[in-house]
């Protein structure tokens, strides 16, 4: 299921194998909450080589329900993609009060935002959906807290958590199909010890793999390293890792330093569509009025469609007008972008040169403060 092929330090390259092929690690997944990545097709992700997207199971589970998706044979036929997708549990919606209602250690009860209903959900009934949504990898149902919740708060919610994901794991383990892997979610914060015990956990309960949460929240950016390099410590480093919800080019570097396999966020696509965009001396920000006559393209070095075919000129003018062209454009270079970086770390790994690529790497790269998006 994950074969280690080359190591430097704690950084790894290896291979993920799920019923939809090999994923080659360390990897990242663009976000495609409701079936799709905003702006870009399946057929986008196939030319971009992307091998792995997550969804969200609640979302799906709602619309477009999951009636429809076994009818059509599960959520790859129905986005018309054909390689890896994780699911995750709908943790995530219960920081939005948009979303939850209620929750106790039964399960929670989620408020629609399509037609107002309320549903409850238990463990179980998230091991049942995201079975039938058809995805290659599920997430246990974990309780997510805010950064800045007490230390109490965060114990009593981890202690949920770590409940809830026993009974995933007994409920996947009897009852889905044997297809789809299942990863483990630690929480616990920015307290050593929750996370120790998280993690310890976890790793007796033996998931296909780990995934770290709580993290990449708006805390700073030297705390949520600290807390990383002493969960690094405790976690079964021959599965694979998922740092959840990190997407920016240098936290993915310095994350892979410390053994991670696996990301996800909405950051280069979120960026992207408010006109900051990732380029091999940094980032830059096409809106600004300095691009206004820039006849080049947004990276020299680059070699996706875009860089070969506009120029910062067009995108700029797109971008000004909010026109569905240049959200496209810019979000397809900025996950070309990503993906080429991926590929660039797994190399430098296999080929013994992880430490220079990451050095060279920060010296040009303007990382912004941790959770600050510029979108002037």
């Not at 599920?138 to 981890?158: A, I, P, Q, R």
């Not at 998931?207 to 405790?234: T, V």
């Not at 797109?318 to 026109?323: D, S, T, V, W």
């Not at 270079?333 to 013994?352: P, V």
Request: glycine residues 8%; proline residues 3%.
């Amino acid at each position: 299921m994950f074969e280690i092929e080359a190591s430097e330090g704690n950084a790894k390259a290896g291979i993920l194998t799920t019923a939809h092929g090999k994923v080659e690690t360390p990897f990242f997944m663009p976000v495609a909450t409701k079936g799709a990545v905003k702006q870009i097709s399946s057929h986008d992700l196939k030319q971009l080589k992307i091998d792995a997207v997550i969804s969200n199971s609640f979302i799906m589970y709602l619309k477009p329900g999951l009636e429809l998706l076994e009818k059509v044979g599960g959520i790859h036929k129905f986005m018309s993609y054909d390689k890896t997708i994780f699911t995750d549990s709908g943790g995530f919606q219960m920081l939005s009060q948009r979303f939850l209602k209620k929750i106790d250690d039964k399960g929670v009860t989620f408020n629609s935002p399509f037609d107002g209903k309320d549903y409850f959900l238990t463990p179980e009934d998230v091991m049942d959906i995201e079975d039938k949504i058809g995805s290659d990898v599920s997430m246990v149902l974990d309780h997510v807290n805010k950064y800045g919740d007490s230390y109490e708060t965060f114990k009593d919610t981890l202690l949920r958590t770590m409940r809830w994901a026993e009974r995933c794991k007994t409920y996947h383990d009897k009852n889905c199909s044997g297809k789809q892997l299942l990863f483990g979610i630690v929480q616990g914060g920015l307290f050593r010890d929750l996370k120790e015990f998280s993690i310890n956990h976890a790793n007796s309960l033996d998931f296909d793999g780990i995934a770290i949460g709580g993290l990449a929240f708006g805390e700073p950016r030297e705390e949520m390293f600290d807390i990383l390099d002493h969960s690094m410590r405790f976690i079964d480093r021959k599965k694979p890792i998922y740092l959840m919800g990190v997407g920016e080019p240098t936290d993915i570097l310095e994350s892979v330093a410390r053994g991670v396999d696996c990301f996800d966020s909405r950051f280069p696509t979120m960026n992207a569509r408010h006109g900051t965009l990732m380029t091999s001396k940094g980032r830059i920000l096409i809106k600004n009025k300095e691009f206004r006559n820039d006849e080049g393209p947004i990276d020299e070095e680059c070699g996706c469609f875009v860089c070969k075919n506009y120029s910062k000129s067009y995108i700029h003018h797109m971008l000004r007008f909010n026109e569905a062209v240049g959200l496209r454009l810019a979000s397809y270079h900025n996950l070309y972008f990503i993906r080429n970086l991926m590929k660039e770390i797994r190399t430098a790994i296999i080929e013994g040169r992880f430490e220079k690529f990451r050095n060279d790497f920060k010296k040009r790269y303007n990382s912004p403060e941790r959770g600050v998006f510029l979108y002037k």
